[in-house]
């Protein structure tokens, strides 16, 4: 007899494997990079092709004849590459088999939407377990209903995770500490810049000094 | 099994000579890859064996997919692959995830003939 697995059930599974690949691998999320993430990738067996490709393409996973490969958009910054990668890791453990059936194919978004939304759960926790996270927003006094936008910064600064403001915001709204698409607008790299400074990397001597070595 | 390095340069050598219908020298062609005439004719007479990565380049510019140097190797229209992508595709991003389809395949091929060698 099969028994199926509903949505959350299925969602819950994959953040339970990704609890257990964060173990077998002993990764930490602080030092969880595209270093670590390369190293993983070859213990699995899974080869790497930086692609250029359009923007809306992040990664893509094949495996046909016992060979799973991963193209990367190499136009990519680090932490989506990092985040695209976790997700193509799901496909790898879960998708296998029914990628070689032809029971999944390229471009049916439809019947592919769990698939994918399951491989969005495992990255999320794969990367940066809710956990971890609960206990950062508590560590910072975050209060659900009353955080602002100077405190996502905050958050992004201190829990030493690799991930991306709009993951932090997605987080905050999934655990109800702000409302669904509150802070959309906010463009929170340069509230971090106002806050913070501009990053030595992006300052006008920086960039000349760059200039003038190469 | 035919050599298959000696099929590539036949295909790099006939696609050049037939380029845009008057063909392109080995100069021109090495300048356009940032090599030497020299590795050119070497590809052509399988003496130097392309990578699968200079393969890729030589079939983006031809404008053929590299399925073109692998007659034995299968190309499939369906592909089975699952993507990470931020809307829906259009034909071009569909092209481009085939050619990387092809660029497994082909890359598949090339090690089945280093093996057996």
């Known amino acids: 007899m099969t028994t199926y697995l509903s949505r959350t059930e299925y969602y819950e599974a994959m953040k339970r494997l990704a609890a257990e690949k964060r173990e077998q691998y002993s990764l930490n999320t602080e030092k969880l990079g595209l270093q670590r993430m390369r190293e993983l990738y070859k213990s699995e067996g899974i080869t790497i092709d930086l692609w250029k490709t359009s923007q809306k393409i992040r990664a893509v996973y094949m495996c046909d004849g016992g060979d799973p490969s991963v193209l990367v958009n190499r136009g990519l910054p680090e932490i989506p590459r990092l985040f695209a990668m976790a997700h193509e890791l799901k496909h790898h453990y879960c998708d296998q088999s029914a990628l070689n059936n032809g029971k999944i194919q390229c471009g049916d978004y439809n019947a592919n939407e769990v698939i994918e939304k399951a491989a969005e759960v495992f990255a999320a926790e794969f990367i940066y377990p809710e956990q971890d996270f609960l206990n950062c927003v508590q560590l910072l006094g975050l209060e659900r209903g009353n955080v602002s936008p100077e405190q996502i910064v905050e958050l992004k600064r201190n829990c030493g995770a690799p991930v991306s403001y709009t993951f932090l915001r997605k987080r905050l709204e999934w655990f109800e500490f702000i409302e669904k698409a509150q802070f959309m607008k906010v463009q929170f790299q340069k509230l971090e810049e106002q806050i913070h400074g501009v990053p030595i990397y992006r300052q006008p001597w920086f960039k000349a000094h760059r200039k003038n070595r190469k | ?117």
């Open chain 2, 1 to 117: 099994m035919p050599d298959i390095y000696k099929h590539i340069g036949e295909q790099i050598r006939e696609l050049r000579t037939s380029f845009k219908g008057k063909g392109i020298s080995q100069d021109d062609l090495a300048s356009e890859f940032g090599t030497t005439a020299n590795t050119i004719s070497r590809w052509e007479t399988a003496t130097y064996k392309p990578s699968v990565m200079e393969l890729e380049k030589l079939a983006r510019f031809f404008a053929v997919p590299i399925a073109v140097f692998f007659p034995q190797a299968q190309i499939t229209p369906q592909i089975n692959a699952l993507l990470s992508a931020t809307g829906d595709l259009d034909d071009d991003d569909l092209e481009e995830v085939t050619r990387y389809a092809q660029f497994r395949k082909a890359r598949a091929e090339m090690k089945k003939a280093k093996r057996k060698k």
